[in-house]
């Protein structure tokens, strides 16, 4: 295997203290090592550029059924947008929802290496496998529902902690997932009827269990188990005026739980796209909407044991999608475009439902503004990560402009000034006016790799130049010196990476795309002790109520995970 | 005592049911019975085990009569006509497994050539419709555990596919329907007096051709709007008692099938009674599922949803995908004489495409894959028999209701023979060597 | 106006896609280099000069560009496709998505022309003096911005699914029109001078649909509201007024439903 040093580079990497020194970052046989380390290695000439470790995406819909639906349904997402292959390129397709090729070139090019698929219905699993399968270059993991599952609902109305982790545990063996995601929770079981889940406190219709109930329960299983990530949760009342409250009560969940793992993590909850949770007043319109961002990430920094990921809104046409059954259902109602929606046996839901989010609103502007605060708020960027859940709040290709509005001043106001009809009325509105923090280059290497791969419980292998590391390595034309000049550079750079590196294969040389990589698929195997009632449990709903036997469920075979690397987990204890 | 293989996956139709059990001979060799499969499932494995069975690929030859070639020859036949077309139209993809599907699509990719799926001539339509309105569905589970109104829409289960109602729609006892069949109101609405109308509890028999008008009037009579006394040729009271069954359900589930997709508006079709749907919603909780024919021509789309973006009438021949069925669509391609080669691999639009278009396929270079002789078998230059799928291979399968399944292999194919991807690849290989050397 | 002039040399074996031929793209060019642009059939990639003799030369810009094709180019797509300004006309029949998604300048088919034309349109004007095929100013697949302006006009006869999801301009129809006439119409104008089928404003939410002639089949959810005298499209005559589809959505404005209008001429 081929070794590289990257020379004369700007480094940036938290967990090193490396701050924009000129430190020259060596890979020996697909690790990082000490530059000393490497014997004739290829050199990489970063002169004048950034060097970080590989970013690490800790939540985006880009593989699986409902992903799939959007591209299928969206036919005019593509049009005029297709690239034709080239060298050992395959074509591409799609803006908000685009084909898996085009989304690892997208990441390969923004400097990824890692990327969670933030929700997998567990009777589809497959179509998620065969989606990550055909994802060249990048590593990924995908997070199965849990918030609405039966089994999960009937254990934890009895606070039956141990047998919803050994339900668990089998769930993620059969489905090959890596951790524990929670949407709306109780709502989509309840959206079985029609009806949904409006505060922690709701009943789940016939379950007769809470989302609190079903929040701090997967929290405690979670622990029990020890995954190497937290429960990832996307609470009750996304996008609702006035549900920031339910936010802080969801996040109150946490309050007394520690982690218990052996990965590094310190986190016991993982709010996702926050943006969508922070909203004051009582309706979209100026005269009532307010930003409650400070108010939700203030608590956040009172407490230690909470991450989050922003969510924030490019302003694009895109598509909405989301296990949230009952939410996209609401959605299709504002703006009458078309909806799909798949309900689950057992498990879950998901909608899908185009969206626009015009700059000339006043709504979407408000939203832009409460995405980035989220960001500007935090104390400890270790525990706030960049993303625009996408394509919910923005395509993947958009992270690099939010990174220009959260790295820039400038940027915002000219935004607020030149592109937003209702600038004045969104900072008045929202505190985004009141802000004049801009994110390091160093912080954010903290919130777009360090800190993802530490709540993912990957410190170990991911998000920092560490020697023993994984050899992932992205290299951006953005000279810290000379570029500050225009914030336009930022967004150039980020998306244009001149050099990644993963698992020690050059995959990214000059800004072309030279080598489809190692691709893996990450899945956590907790292993518990026996569990007959569980294992009863189990037969019994797929005799009666499932429509696919038992034996036909688990996700097994070559060509749905050609390439795993299992996470261990022994909960035995 | 013969052995016994279960959880046995069913390729035949889009119910793709998984609790088939297979006997096989003490050797393992041979299928002796099949069971809880319906007939025409059954059949599907029994004919498998046909003694006469066409193992080799072979040539027509001028004379009209067939010589046997290697599977290598074929390989280079297909490469060379694939390479060489300029419009190439590669077809089918429905009876297939989804590596099979994925192959294909990369020598697509490779060849510039347009790719259709039988939905072409079958929910295409459909597809149409969801792209202009979306789809409320669900899982057929979540059909057999909540829902308490059922309609079938232009289909005919009873014969399309025997074990729908016993296992999803009608009969099962589910979490929410434990009275089975007694928690259901089972609504039919079909010109004909089909075998399922005769089960339902209601039969609406409509003239034929006025789906849309009808199904128009549902949503007015849902909406408590004014109707004319009679739609579609059924009386306005009638209607509006249809909607208030509808509404009052906890759940409805309607199922669709050609007798709408193909009629008259053909998407049109779907499209409004994918808005009652939506409509219903607003009332209670609703959902609509297409009553897929192949029983993987839902994975077709769905693998070529993921590598291009489009569920059927992919032309890729100018590198990139575009889109756009009356256009980009089999039939069209051919009668406007749009494409100068045909490759057919898991269907038979010899026994499915309108006369006019077989003529232009028989007139054309053309290759069939496909383990059967068959009225497109018969009109191709090249027959390539392969190993059957979900009998002889495994592989992903995706459900009318997108739910995806690994088919099982029970038996071994025939000495020597090759599955369908084992098949493409060689081709893959061979189209690339060719344009290596272009 | 500078004047391009193309003539048919040969009939593509299969189709010839053009998307090159609009007065934007001729703009600035000579014959040579007009003749050298790119066209495709199937896989292959071929040039304008390999199908037409290309005469004359663009002007600076689209808008001072006039070009004319002399011949039958019915087995040539997307003539004008993208046309911003200046004027095209084709002297024979022409094939799918002439003037698709065109946003400005004058089109005009001296024949007929097959199905897409004027897809997904947003300003300038498709004149053809002959038959249209079907989806004339309809969405592109998915798409729910049809129309959205301009003007189409069709001295003969056009074909099914006019209109699907227009949201604004004019299709004005000389002769009779097949089946799904302003499905999903949400705005703009569609006048059809001869009959309709059926599926006349099926699910239609906003904008106006006349008739002159018969309709097979009324959707069921169109009311009678009143007839009215009416000029239209310099035509006088006494037309009934129904709305609907009722079983659609409606907006409101100022606290009123607005419905979509179709008139049906006495
Ligand atoms: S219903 Fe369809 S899938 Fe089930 S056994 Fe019969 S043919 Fe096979
Ligand atoms: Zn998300």
């Not at chain 1, 909470?306 to 609401?330: N, Q, R």
């Not at chain 2, 009209?64 to 077309?85: F, I, P, Q, R």
Request: aromatic fraction near 10%.
């Amino acid at each position: 295997m081929t070794d590289y040093l990257i020379k004369n580079g700007f480094v940036y990497d938290p967990i090193l203290g490396i701050n924009g020194d000129k430190v020259d970052v060596a890979i020996k046989d697909g690790k990082m090592a000490d530059a000393g380390d490497v014997t004739n290695p290829t050199i990489i000439d970063a002169t004048g550029m950034t060097v970080m470790a590989a970013g690490v995406d800790v939540h985006a819909h880009v593989a699986g059924p409902k992903v799939n639906t959007g591209r299928n349904f969206r036919p005019e997402d593509k049009l005029f947008n297709g690239t034709a292959g080239s060298g050992i390129k395959r074509m591409e397709g799609g803006f908000s929802v685009p084909t898996v090729f085009r989304t690892a070139y997208l990441y390969a090019r923004m400097g990824f290496g890692f990327s969670m698929e933030a929700a997998m219905p567990p009777l589809y699993a497959r179509h998620t496998h065969e989606e990550i399968r055909d994802t060249p270059i990048i590593d990924q993991g995908a997070l199965p529902v849990f918030g609405n599952n039966w089994f999960v609902l009937e254990y934890l109305k009895e606070n039956e902690i141990e047998n919803t982790a050994a339900y668990i545990a089998w769930l993620l063996n059969q489905t090959k997932g890596y951790g524990i995601k929670c949407v709306n929770p109780g709502g989509t079981e309840s959206w079985g009827w029609g009806l949904n889940c409006e505060t922690v406190d709701d009943v789940v219709p016939y379950f007769d269990v809470t989302p609190r109930q079903i929040v701090s329960g997967l929290i405690e299983a979670n622990e029990y188990l020890g995954l190497p990530h937290c429960m990832h949760v996307h609470g009750n009342g996304l996008g609702e005026p006035g549900n920031y409250e339910i936010t802080l009560d969801t996040l109150k969940i946490a309050e007394g739980f520690k982690p218990q793992n052996d990965f590094g993590r310190d986190v016991v909850l993982h709010n996702t796209h926050l943006q969508f949770h922070c909203y004051g007043g009582e309706s979209y319109s100026s005269k009532f909407f307010e930003s409650k961002s400070k108010e939700v990430v203030d608590y956040i920094n009172s407490v230690d044991n909470i991450s989050y990921d922003l969510g924030v809104v490019t302003l694009d046409e895109t598509t909405t999608m989301t296990a949230d059954g009952p939410f996209e259902h609401h959605l299709s109602h504002m703006n009458n475009l078309k909806w799909a929606n798949t309900d689950v046996e057992l498990e879950t839901g998901s909608g899908v439902v185009p969206f626009i989010y015009n700059p000339k609103t006043f709504i979407a502007g408000a939203q832009w503004a409460v995405g980035l605060e989220c960001g500007l708020f935090i104390k400890d960027p270790m525990r706030a990560y960049i993303t625009t859940d996408a394509p919910n709040a923005g395509p993947l290709c958009r992270y690099p402009r939010v990174y220009k509005w959260l790295m820039s001043a400038k940027a915002r106001d000219d935004m607020l000034d030149n592109t937003l009809k209702y600038g004045d009325r969104i900072r008045e509105r929202c505190y985004i006016g009141e802000l004049d923090r801009e994110i390091s280059l160093y912080e954010l290497a903290m919130m777009t790799r360090a800190g993802p791969a530490k709540t993912l419980g990957l410190g170990h292998m991911f998000g920092s130049l560490k020697p023993g590391l994984e050899g992932d390595v992205a290299v951006y034309p953005y000279n810290p010196e000379t570029d500050t000049d225009d914030p336009e550079k930022i967004e150039y750079a980020f998306g244009n990476a001149a050099y990644l590196i993963k698992g020690g294969k050059l995959i990214v040389k000059e800004g072309e795309i030279v080598d489809m990589g190692n691709k893996r698929t990450f899945w956590v195997n907790a292993t518990v002790n026996d569990n007959p009632m569980v294992e009863r449990d189990i037969s019994e709903k797929f005799r009666r109520y499932y429509t696919v036997t038992q034996n036909n469920y688990a996700v097994e075979g070559h060509h749905y995970v050609p390439n795993p690397y299992v996470i261990e987990v022994d909960a035995t204890k | 005592m013969a052995k016994i293989v279960t959880d046995v996956v069913c390729p035949f139709c889009g119910t793709l049911c998984d609790d088939l059990e297979v006997a096989l001979s003490d050797d393992g060799e041979e299928i002796l019975e099949v069971y809880n499969a319906c007939a025409i499932g059954a059949a599907k494995f029994l004919h498998s085990q046909a003694k006469d069975r066409l193992t080799r690929p072979r040539m027509k030859q001028e004379d009209g009569s067939w010589k046997e070639v290697t599977y290598d020859e074929a390989a280079d036949y297909t490469a060379n006509l694939l390479v060489d077309a300029k419009k190439p139209l590669m077809y089918g993809w429905s009876s297939t497994n989804c590596t099979a599907q994925s192959t294909g699509s990369e020598i697509g990719e490779e060849v510039g050539a347009c790719m259709d799926n039988t939905a072409t001539v079958c929910h295409g339509s459909t597809l149409i419709a969801v792209q202009d309105v979306g789809v409320p569905s669900a899982t057929l589970g979540e059909i057999a555990n909540r829902a308490d109104r059922v309609v079938f829409w232009g289909c005919n289960p009873a014969h399309a596919h025997p074990r729908h109602m016993s296992r999803y729609s009608i009969y099962p006892r589910g979490f929410f329907t434990g009275k089975g069949s007694k928690s259901r109101k089972m609504i039919v609405v079909d010109p004909r007096n089909t075998d399922t109308a005769k089960m339902a509890d209601v039969h609406v028999q409509l003239e034929q051709g006025r789906d849309y008008e009808l199904l128009s009037a549902i949503r007015v009579a849902i909406r408590g709007e004014k109707l004319p006394d009679v739609v579609a040729g059924i009386p306005k009271e009638q209607i509006y008692e249809i909607a208030d069954t509808l509404k009052s359900g906890r759940f409805t589930a309607i199922f669709f099938g050609m007798g709408v997709t193909h009629s008259l508006g053909k998407n049109h079709n779907i499209d409004i009674a994918i808005m009652v749907t939506r409509d219903l919603n607003d009332y209670t909780k609703a959902a609509i599922v297409a009553m897929r024919g192949h029983y993987n021509v839902t994975g077709s789309g769905q693998v070529w949803g993921w590598e291009f973006g489009f569920p059927f009438c992919l032309d890729l021949t100018r590198g990139f995908a575009r889109y756009n069925p009356g256009d980009s669509s089999s039939n069209d391609l051919l009668i406007r004489d749009e494409v100068d080669a045909v490759f057919v691999l898991g269907s038979d639009p010899g026994a499915h495409f309108p006369v006019g278009s077989v003529k232009k396929i028989a007139k054309l270079p053309s290759v069939c894959i496909d383990p059967h002789i068959t009225p497109t078998s018969a009109v191709s230059k090249l027959h390539v028999p392969v190993a059957f799928v979900g009998v002889e291979v495994g592989g992903c399968a995706y459900r009318m209701d997108n739910v995806p399944i690994e088919t099982r292999k029970v038996v071994e194919p025939p000495e020597g023979m090759l599955t369908d991807d084992e098949f493409l690849q060689l081709v893959l290989t061979r189209v690339r060597e060719l344009k290596g050397a272009a | 106006m500078a004047k391009v002039i193309l003539t048919p040399t040969q009939t593509p074996t299969l189709f010839l896609e053009a998307e090159n031929i609009t007065p934007d793209v001729f703009a600035g060019k000579n014959a040579a280099e007009i003749a050298a642009l790119h066209g495709f059939v199937g896989k292959t990639t071929v040039t304008l000069g390999d199908y037409f003799t290309v005469e004359g030369a663009g002007g600076q810009t689209a808008a001072d560009t006039t070009v004319v094709i002399n011949g039958d180019v019915s087995r040539v797509k997307y003539i004008g496709m993208k046309m911003s300004a200046g004027e095209l006309i084709v002297n024979g029949n022409a094939d799918m998505y002439v003037g698709g998604w065109m946003t400005g300048g004058r089109l005009t088919v001296n024949g007929d022309i097959e199905a897409f034309a004027g897809l997904g349109m947003t300003g300038g004007e498709l004149i053809v003096n002959g038959n249209a095929g079907n989806y004339l100013g309809a969405a592109y697949r998915g798409d729910w911005r049809g129309m959205q302006g301009g003007e189409i006009r069709v001295s003969g006869n056009a074909g099914s699914d006019v209109g699907t999801f227009m949201r604004g301009g004019t299709i004005v129809v000389g002769g009779n029109i097949d089946v799904h006439v302003g499905t999903h119409m949400e705005g703009g104008t569609i006048i059809v001078k001869g009959d309709a089928k059926s599926r006349v404003g099926g699910q239609m939410v906003k904008g106006t649909i006349y008739v002159y002639g018969d309709i097979d089949v009324m959707m069921p959810g169109f009311q009678y509201r009143n007839d009215a005298d009416l000029e239209v499209d310099g035509d006088n005559g006494r037309f009934a007024l129904y709305e609907g589809d009722m079983g659609e959505r409606h907006p409101k404005r100022k606290g009123e439903v607005i419905y979509g209008q179709l008139y049906m001429k006495y």
